[in-house]
């Protein structure tokens, strides 16, 4: 069976075939880097990541591009997020920006998500970004208003067409807004007016400005991958107005079609809520790595669709870590008969289960990426293989490295659960466990006033290269 996958510009499944035979050109919206990332940008870029692993396993050579917002969008106050975090933290903003752009690559390497072969920063392509608002310009798409420039929404009669929301309803609900120089409430920011408050500000032919958030997409990801390009993919809240912005935004300014397939990953909530800073459901990746072994969390976000909705609670996370547990089990079993196992080939009857369990796993992700009914299918021949091991004979080195290596293949190169040794893995979950009860006996101790045995406890740590970190959640460690 041919891949399929779900394309929310027309609402179908759709055969995949990309622009150029064998190579695929993707783009996903990346983070902006004001904040730690939390649980549901976990979920987007494991998602997608799994899709780009699977391609690849396809055969596909992808061009995998992923930008970092350091170019603070802003927000309904009309306050900028960057610069928000800017003050909170005391930074400069391209210094917050850098900082959080490592901690965001290092929380996605702890989830195993493969880092995208472009990151293109927001930043670094503002020269590009003024050209093609000037082009949108020329052609009549947008117009400028005390040195701010807007699309003219009006102007371009597709509008709406990836949503399904009309021009018109937007305007009923536009919000009363701050500054009413837009000749259409439905018109968005190309460009903004720099405040004189403001820090991060460039040179325009409008004067000193920055750009808007969606004009980044548009120019960062046809700059590298051309236009049209095949996979576009974010989270479903983006879709509206974010992404009809950036199709908009491309396909006025040349004529061309924007993205081929436009993939949507469902949102995270939280037991049933959405994630919010105000409901007090807010969870950092961080916070979630203290609980929870970032392969259990990765494993359990791929327990459910890309598309759907995922829903977090405790006991599911719980019960996601040792279904994995049970799968790393056979792993393990399977490599510790390998190493006392009698030469010889593989059993053709062993072959054929193993061929079939791969089939079955390639079914389910040719179908939209189907990663649930893949664990399912990895589930299936863990059943074979424990029934395999606990045999009277003991099978051949052939047969144990065969079914090795289709796990390797497929719950490692595919969804990238299992890591090459999981020994390795072992230990490095103890090191947190053991680092976790000396962060337990410090705050014992504090509130003991052994004050001295506390302070010499982080010390050590520190000399270890573990910082310790206290805030009003309670100490959390990093790395220095
Ligand atoms: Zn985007």
């Known amino acids: 069976m041919a891949l399929m996958v779900y394309n929310s510009l027309s609402r179908q499944k759709e055969a995949f075939e990309p622009l150029h035979p064998g190579r695929v050109h993707m ?75 490592r901690r965001y690559f290092a929380d996605m390497d702890r989830l195993n998500v493969t880092r995208p072969d472009i990151s293109p ?50 305007r009923a609900g536009a919000r009363v807004e701050v500054l009413d120089e837009k000749r ?6 190309l460009w903004k007016r ?21 004009i980044e997409c548009t120019v960062m990801s046809t700059k590298y991958l051309g236009q049209p390009f095949d996979i576009h993919g974010g989270g479903v809240e983006n879709k509206f107005p974010h992404h009809e912005c950036e199709i908009a935004q491309a396909e006025a ?30 969870i950092t990746l961080q916070q979630a790595f203290e609980r929870w072994e970032p392969m259990a969390i990765r494993f359990f976000i791929l327990q459910s669709h890309y598309r759907s909705p995922l829903d977090v609670t405790d006991e599911a996370l719980d019960s996601a870590a040792k279904g994995l547990e049970r799968l ?8 510790r008969h390998l190493a006392a196992a009698p030469e010889g080939e593989a059993d053709p009857a062993v072959l054929e289960m193993l061929e079939g369990a791969r089939r079955a796993f390639e079914e389910s ?10 664990i399912a299918a990895l589930f299936e021949m863990t059943r074979e293989v424990n029934a395999l091991l606990n045999q009277s004979t003991s099978p051949t080195q052939g047969t144990l490295q065969a079914v090795d290596a289709l796990y390797r293949r497929l719950a490692g190169d595919v969804l990238g659960v299992l890591p090459a040794s999981l020994e390795e893995d072992a230990v490095a979950g103890m090191a947190q466990d053991l680092i976790a009860l000396l962060i337990e006996t410090r705050a014992a101790l504090r509130q003991a006033k052994q004050y001295a045995l506390a302070d010499q406890i982080r010390e050590r740590l520190a000399a270890l290269g573990i910082q310790l970190q206290d805030g009003p959640q309670g100490t959390t460690w990093a790395l220095r």
Request: a negative charge; aromatic letters at 14%.
């Open 27 to 101: 783009y996903v919206c990346g983070p902006t880097v004001y904040n730690d990332a939390h649980l549901g940008h976990g979920k987007t870029y494991v998602n997608f990541d799994t899709i780009v692993r699977y391609l690849r396993y396809l055969g596909y050579q992808v061009l995998y591009v992923q930008n970092i917002t350091d170019v603070g969008h802003m927000l309904d106050t009309g306050e900028d997020r960057i610069i928000q975090g800017a003050r909170r933290e005391r930074m400069h903003p391209m210094q917050l920006a850098e900082y959080y752009t």
């Open 253 to 282: 300014a040349t004529g061309l079609p924007f993205a081929r397939y436009w993939l949507h990953n469902g949102m995270l909530m939280i037991r049933g809520e959405e994630m919010h800073k105000s409901l007090g459901n807010f």
């Open 365 to 374: 992700m040719d179908d939209d990426f189907n990663t649930p009914g893949a």
């Open 194 to 214: 720099a405040e004189p408050e403001h820090i991060m500000r460039w040179p325009s032919p409008w004067g000193e400005g920055f750009p808007g958030w969606h």
């Open 121 to 170: 920063r927001a930043t670094g392509h503002i020269p590009e970004m003024i050209v093609w608002i000037q082009r949108l310009i020329e052609r009549g798409y947008a117009y400028e208003v005390n040195g701010s420039v807007y699309f003219s929404v009006s102007r371009f009669p597709e509008y709406g067409k990836l949503s399904g929301r009309r021009v018109e309803e937007l």
């Open 328 to 335: 790393y089990g056979a792993v393990r079993a399977v490599r």
């Open 184 to 189: 259409d409430p439905a018109d968005f920011a």
